[in-house]
């Protein structure tokens, strides 16, 4: 496999990952990619806007923690909340401090997640200090290092997905307890999340309108998406394992890999959910072939664990394949309506790769063959004629 990697290394094409034409610093949840750390301070400077007051809350609230004002704050990441994280550092140690303001957002969900997935054994942020009343949290460092980064940077790839699925696998197998106190993942969500492909991909970025014939059709694809979707065994569902929100562990400072951020929107749901985020992942790309023995790969490891994957390795592909079309569905919407909604035009470069993934299993399948000549006829050229305008 290493020959494999080093030729996709070599290749690196915009078709395979992100690269620098995407939305640099996050991902469509908005979690800033690190790169060189962003010194901030509560206090206005020269030229700049007025001080933060929630940043001076917080430094405010490190110096009681810490004994002392000897600490330095850079920026970490931000979400598509009002959520903010910061760097702390002093002398060789960090820790991440998130700044969650009560009348805006609810901490809860976080804590108690990540508690639930470090005590499956995983390496998820540890809530070392909490300060409820003010909204701010002190927690672990996992690191700055992504997976798309590690991958673009030519890193061993099968190494770090046998450890994102082992990972998976601990979190499947052990999290049932605390999958049975999540939010179900049912029909209703499903179809929500579809729904964003016609409202905002078709209708809003496209300028298209469905035929009632069209529209019945592709209502027809999402009653089989959904129903393949509550078929499947149900697990703790972290919704958005990928490779930006793995960060590579070190083994000792951060922790083992994967690190795994993100999880407050985890849900109780389908077994194939949060592998097929991880191997058909919108923001990389890798071979059939390999992705197929991946996904495999889960299978057999999961089913030694004593979690669900169905009766044999065709019905498990098939689960998976037709949860990536209903996930890339909601993701293409999703990147669609943060550009026309929220003004964040970055996605937009991660809808050919997604797009492709519903084509390609489309055609695969009788069912969902509609999907594939929509797509076809409809979209390819209303999405070529969109880019020609600008």
């Not at 508690?115 to 701010?136: K, Q």
């Not at 699925?165 to 307890?177: K, N």
């Not at 964003?196 to 592709?218: I, K, M, N």
């Amino acid at each position: 496999m290493i020959a494999v990697d080093s030729v996709l290394c070599r290749a690196r094409s915009r078709m395979d990952f992100s690269g620098p034409g995407a939305c640099i610093g996050c991902d469509y949840n908005e979690r800033f990619i690190p790169g060189a750390p962003i010194n901030v301070s509560s206090s206005p400077h020269a030229g700049t806007a007025a001080r933060d007051l929630r940043l001076e809350q917080l430094e405010n609230w490190l110096a009681k923690l810490f004994g002392t004002r000897a600490f330095q704050v850079t920026t970490a990441s931000a979400d598509a909340s009002f959520r903010r994280y910061f760097r702390v550092a002093r002398g060789s140690d960090t820790w991440i401090a998130m700044d969650a303001p009560p009348a805006k957002e609810d901490m809860e969900p976080y804590i108690r997640i990540a508690s639930m997935l470090v005590d499956v054994g995983v390496n998820a942020p540890r809530v070392l200090e909490r300060n409820d009343e003010e909204g701010f949290l002190l927690n672990s460092d996992l690191g700055s290092q992504t997976y798309l980064m590690e991958l673009e940077g030519c890193g061993d790839a099968d190494r770090l997905y046998a450890d994102a699925i082992d990972a998976l696998v601990h979190i499947q197998s052990r999290g049932g307890g605390h999958a049975a106190r999540l939010p179900s993942y049912d029909d209703g969500l499903l179809r929500r999340e579809m729904g964003l492909f016609p409202e905002w991909f078709c209708g809003r970025h496209l300028g298209l309108t469905l035929s009632g014939d069209e529209a019945v059709a592709l209502a027809g694809v999402f009653d089989v998406l959904s129903e393949t979707a509550l078929q499947q065994p149900r697990v703790f569902v972290h919704r958005d394992y990928h490779s930006r929100n793995l960060m590579v562990g070190d083994g000792a400072r951060h922790g083992p890999n994967p690190g795994i951020l993100d999880f407050q929107d985890a849900v109780n749901g389908p077994v194939t959910y949060d592998l097929v985020s991880l191997l058909r992942d919108c923001y990389v790309a890798w071979p059939a072939e390999r992705v197929r023995a991946w996904a495999l790969q889960f299978r057999a490891a999961a089913h030694g664990a004593g979690v669900g994957v169905g009766g044999s390795e065709n019905e498990f592909l098939r689960w998976f394949d037709l949860m990536g079309v209903q996930r890339h569905l909601k993701a293409i919407g999703i990147f669609a309506r943060l550009w026309h909604r929220d003004g964040k035009p970055g996605y937009l470069n991660d809808i050919p790769r997604t797009l492709n993934y519903v084509r390609a299993v489309s055609g695969s399948y009788r069912e969902l063959q509609f999907l594939q000549s929509f797509i076809d006829g409809r979209v390819l050229p209303a999405l070529e004629a969109a880019r020609a305008r600008g």
